[in-house]
């Protein structure tokens, strides 16, 4: 399997946009938006499409891959959760494109969609945006408590998906102390 770095990513959305025949919008998640928006030496094997998969994206990319001789795939994305109003922080990337617009999450609806899915290679991005950006802890509960709780997945596999990233982040005793609010939650709702 094959990783592609940001200059990759890049290169092959250019050529994407130069197949298209009208104005696309894309919203794209995973290590292609962590790659492409939040900096760091990311890479990943695809590019995920949350919001836009249309026969005629399909087209360009298969087209795109055809003139670069790329493997890059464009999929919509299998499994992802992203917080309750995340299309109101999306932004924009690669403003230089003709036809293809790309959208991303904010830092955090990023984070806490990869929070959700909860592989190891997940954690992995997770901890290296903290490194670039100090996510910040009060930050991350705020959106989680405020955002995420519609969620379709199991809430209790969510919430262990969480503990682990903040122990990762920001220590055992963080995690404790989150642990206890969210039982302290269960208790006053159930």
Known sequence: MKYYRASELERFLEALDQQLDGPHTITIIGGAAIALAFGGDNATTDIDVFVGMTGPLQLAAHQARRQLLSEIEVSPAQVAELPYGYEDRLRPILGGLAKLRVLVPELYDLVLSKIARGVDRDREH?????????????????????EM????????????NLLNVIDDLFGAEAAREVEAELESRRARSG
Not at 149 to 160: C, N
């Open 126 to 146: 997770i901890a290296a945006l903290h490194q670039l950006h100090q996510l910040e802890l009060a930050t991350l509960l705020e959106r989680y408590f405020g």
């Open 149 to 160: 709780q519609q969620a379709t997945m199991r809430q209790r596999d969510l919430e262990l």
